[in-house]
Every structure is written in structure tokens, then in C-alpha cells.
């Protein structure tokens, strides 16, 4: 089974658009859709802000369900000063601010490559109002490392602090709770993040502003890749262990 995990409701709305056949229910007061995605069926799950949440969210969920493969849906803040409004970075390594370098956990790198290679192939133009401002068609892929931090990242100084010790592309404040959690199960992780905000003074204006947008538009992008998913060998006939 395919679980896809949001920790924002902008982040859910967007991807539970592109379900068909939902049906909502409740886990221990976690929210799930359950639904398809073409012939793939699919567990939606809001998990809430933060690592302790997003932890929590996936032992539960993990606990109850067989699952073979999650992707970790959401909003980033860029950290590369390269990075723009609206491009998409796949994860690679993800660390933990204030943890060493070789404390990152792997996704999925064969999984991670497969996503990146697709979403390169396939550009989607992005959102009108977005293509306005970054004045480009489509978004920039990226196959990068990522990084989790435990308070909203919106300083300069912060993230260029950040760029230098860790080498990562965007920032959150999830992705590494997740991949903990779904490594333990031996299950197929990988992150796919849209950017959001520069991770700077102006990013909560940046996210306000654009959040729904950039949510649909990701939704959009994760249609296009679960045939492929399933293609792969990631996803096989779902189980109920309840």
C-alpha cells in the first residue's frame, strides 16, 4: 500500500484532490483518507506540525497498516540561495539541525532516482501567478539532501548558517521524524518537497501568498508518478492487519 503524509491541511487539500473514491476516517485522532490513485490504493495522512507529531502520526499508522512505500508530501524552505519559488527537490539524505553530518538518514536513493528522473522528464508548467513572479515556465529539479529543523527557519542568517554545515537544499520541520519512523519499518521513503519560501524575513508573507497554489500544483505532480511508482515493484496488493 501507497501512504502519502502532509503535515499542513494545505498540503492534504492539495493532494486529496487527485483521490478518487475517498473515504475519510479516523486512527487514534489522526485524519485518513483512503482512496485511489488511478488503480492505486492510497492512505492520505495529516500528520500536524512538527517532529514529535509527524512521529507519532507514522508509528501509529504503521502500526495498523501494511505499507509498503511512503512519500512525504509537502512545503520547504529553500536553503541554496539558487533555489526558486515553486521548484520541487526529492530527497536524498536528510539530517536533523544540531545533529552531525553522518547522523542523516537515506531515503530510498533507487526510489528518489526514479521520481527525480521522472519529474525532469514530465514537467508541469507551473501556476500562473508563479510563473509571473519567478518569470519561468516550469520549476528546477532537484535529487538533494534535506534538512529538519525544530523551529520555523526565517532568517538569513539561519540559513546561510545551515547551507554551510549541512549542504542542504530546503528545510522543514518533518522529514527527518518521518524517515526515523518509516526506516524502522523497512519501508520505501522519500521526501518530495516544493519550494515555498526563501527561508528568510519574508517567508511567512511567501507562504500565505502562494501555499494553495504551489499544494495543487504538487498534488498534480504526484499523479503523474505513482503509475511509475507501482511500475517499480514499490507498491504491491494492500493488506489490513486490524
Known amino acids: 500500500m501507497l501512504a502519502i503524509i502532509c503535515s499542513l491541511e494545505c498540503e492534504y487539500d492539495g493532494i486529496e484532490k487527485i483521490l478518487e473514491k475517498r473515504?475519510?476516517?479516523?486512527?487514534?485522532?489522526?485524519?485518513?483518507?483512503?482512496?485511489?490513485?488511478?488503480?492505486?490504493?492510497?492512505?492520505?495522512?495529516?500528520?500536524?506540525?512538527?517532529?514529535?507529531?509527524?512521529?507519532y502520526c507514522l508509528r501509529i499508522l504503521l502500526e495498523e497498516y501494511i505499507i509498503h512505500t511512503v512519500l512525504f508530501v509537502g512545503m520547504s524552505g529553500a536553503v541554496k540561495q539558487e533555489i526558486g519559488l515553486g521548484d520541487i527537490i526529492v530527497s536524498c539524505n536528510i539530517n536533523k539541525v544540531?545533529?552531525?553530518?553522518?547522523?542523516?538518514?537515506?531515503?530510498?536513493?533507487?526510489?528518489?532516482?526514479?521520481?527525480?528522473?521522472?519529474?525532469?522528464?514530465?514537467?508541469?508548467?507551473?501556476?500562473?501567478?508563479?510563473?509571473?513572479?519567478?518569470?519561468?515556465?516550469?520549476?528546477?529539479?532537484?535529487?538533494?539532501?534535506?534538512?529538519?529543523?525544530?523551529?520555523?527557519?526565517?532568517?538569513?542568517?539561519?540559513?546561510?548558517?545551515?547551507?554551510?554545515?549541512?549542504?542542504?537544499?530546503?528545510?522543514?520541520?518533518?522529514?527527518?521524524?518521518?524517515?526515523?519512523?518509516?526506516?524502522?519499518?523497512?519501508?520505501?521513503?522519500?521526501?518530495?518537497?516544493?519550494?515555498?519560501?526563501?527561508a528568510d524575513e519574508n517567508a511567512f508573507i511567501y507562504i500565505l501568498r502562494y501555499q494553495k497554489e504551489l499544494c495543487e500544483y504538487l498534488g498534480l505532480c504526484i499523479s503523474g508518478l505513482v503509475k511509475l511508482i507501482e511500475e517499480g515493484g514499490y507498491i504491491r496488493s494492500e493488506e489490513h492487519t486490524s
Open 23 to 55: 473515504e475519510v476516517c479516523d486512527l487514534n485522532g489522526i485524519e485518513i483518507t483512503k482512496g485511489y490513485i488511478g488503480r492505486v490504493k492510497a492512505l492520505l495522512v495529516l500528520s500536524g506540525i512538527g517532529c514529535e507529531k509527524s512521529s
Open 98 to 198: 544540531g545533529n552531525k553530518k553522518e547522523d542523516c538518514l537515506k531515503s530510498d536513493l533507487n526510489l528518489s532516482q526514479l521520481i527525480y528522473e521522472q519529474l525532469r522528464r514530465n514537467k508541469i508548467p507551473l501556476p500562473k501567478r508563479i510563473q509571473k513572479k519567478r518569470q519561468y515556465l516550469f520549476p528546477d529539479i532537484y535529487l538533494a539532501d534535506m534538512i529538519t529543523s525544530n523551529e520555523p527557519i526565517n532568517n538569513m542568517k539561519k540559513r546561510k548558517s545551515i547551507a554551510d554545515e549541512y549542504g542542504a537544499f530546503c528545510v522543514d520541520m518533518e522529514s527527518y521524524a518521518v524517515a526515523e519512523a518509516v526506516i524502522e519499518k523497512k519501508c520505501s521513503f522519500t521526501a518530495i518537497r516544493v519550494i515555498s519560501d526563501m
